[in-house]
T-cell receptor
Framework: AQTVTQSQPEMSVQEAETVTLSCTYD???????LFWYKQPPSRQMILVIR??????QNATENRFSVNFQKAAKSFSLKISDSQLGDTAMYFC?????????????FGGGTRLMVKP | DAGVIQSPRHEVTEMGQEVTLRCKPI?????LFWYRQTMMRGLELLIY????????DSGMPEDRFSAKMPNASFSTLKIQPSEPRDSAVYFC??????????FGPGTRLTVL
């Protein structure tokens, strides 16, 4: 069974600074996807960034980037130039494809507060 | 595409009543997922369907919960009878294989 662990229940950062959210996972699969989802106070789950396990290059989406360490099974999210709108819950998630769909396993989430 | 559509957005009911939550996935997606989110337990997968067939319902709490997907464009999650501990936000999500899940806006259920 796969597990996803987010060891930081809450974090805060000053506006315009950089913050890194941690995520580790456990799996015996070799081919899989990793995701970071954002859930603002509106409750909507929004995909922030994805990483394919077979790709060595770390994914980047504007101010969001990941540090994917496959051997260490680590998948951290870095938010640069933090903005007030980044305040949200952030969930790390893992999936691998089986014959019957791509079930996601979520971590427990990290609540990020961006302070003005 | 309008994204994943859920209804109602809010539901308040009394203990013992039947509750039905509805979901319309994104057209062309072949997987559909029902999640429950609470402060205590976080985000839990209840059940998921692939090509309208239930694949894994091990997350369904008990027999009071049931889910159906009669066709590719509609699914329901039913709770009968409802209890106060069922109060939560219920999300529906859909995806095509090997891709991200797209979430609906959620239904906030309150059972009094």
């Amino acid at each position: 069974a796969q597990t996803v662990t987010q060891s930081q229940p809450e974090m805060s950062v000053q506006e315009a600074e950089t913050v890194t959210l941690s995520c580790t996972y456990d799996t015996s699969e070799n081919n899989y996807y990793l995701f970071w989802y954002k859930q603002p106070p509106s409750r909507q789950m929004i995909l922030v960034i994805r990483q394919e396990a077979y790709k060595q290059q770390n994914a980047t989406e504007n101010r969001f980037s990941v540090n994917f360490q496959k051997a260490a099974k680590s998948f951290s999210l870095k938010i640069s130039d933090s903005q007030l709108g980044d305040t949200a819950m952030y969930f790390c998630a893992f999936t691998h494809h089986n014959n019957a769909g791509n079930m996601l396993t979520f971590g427990g989430g990290t609540r990020l507060m961006v302070k003005p | 595409d309008a994204g994943v559509i859920q209804s109602p957005r809010h539901e308040v009911t009394e203990m013992g009543q039947e509750v039905t939550l509805r979901c319309k996935p994104i057209s062309g997606h072949n997987s559909l997922f029902w999640y429950r989110q609470t402060m205590m337990r976080g985000l839990e997968l209840l059940i998921y369907f692939n090509n309208n067939v239930p694949i894994d319902d091990s997350g369904m709490p008990e027999d009071r919960f049931s889910a159906k997907m009669p066709n590719a464009s509609f699914s329901t999650l039913k709770i009968q009878p409802s209890e106060p501990r069922d109060s939560a936000v219920y999300f529906c999500a859909s995806s095509s294989s090997w891709d991200e899940q797209f979430f609906g806006p959620g239904t906030r259920l309150t059972v009094l």
